[in-house]
């Protein structure tokens, strides 16, 4: 069982931009893929960006070129570096670790944490 914390959210204005953390109690080293979501109010949940063990990296194409994704192994952190802000992208941001089991994959989450821009 992967716990995750996630913290940086916060209010800001359009054109800001902010820094998401997710410390895992474990090493990510091991995990398969580590990622960032997120759900905005009355819509489903959706890929924001994600970066497997070996570093290759994924992202929607509604943030590329804006948010980037990045990882502290020493440290068990996913960050989120989010630029160029939109109001478009308030939600809850959730982080999220997954992992290639024998027979089955497994998902963990965190608690989530909000992001609200401004316009």
């Known amino acids: 069982q992967v716990q995750l914390v996630e913290s940086g959210g916060a209010l800001v204005q359009a054109g800001g931009s902010l820094r998401l953390s997710c410390v895992a109690s474990e090493s990510i080293f091991s995990i398969n893929a580590m990622g960032w979501y997120r759900q905005a109010p009355g819509k489903q949940r959706e890929l924001v960006a994600t970066m497997t063990s070996r570093g290759s990296t994924n992202y929607a194409d509604s943030v590329q070129g804006r948010f980037t994704i990045s990882r502290d192994n020493a440290k068990n952190t996913v960050f989120l570096l989010m630029n160029k802000l939109k109001p478009e992208d308030t939600a809850v941001y959730y982080c999220?670790?997954?992992?290639?089991?024998?027979?089955?994959?497994?998902?963990?989450w965190g608690q989530g944490t909000q992001v609200t821009v401004s316009s």
């Open positions: 999220n670790a997954h992992r290639i089991g024998v027979i089955q994959d497994y998902d963990y």
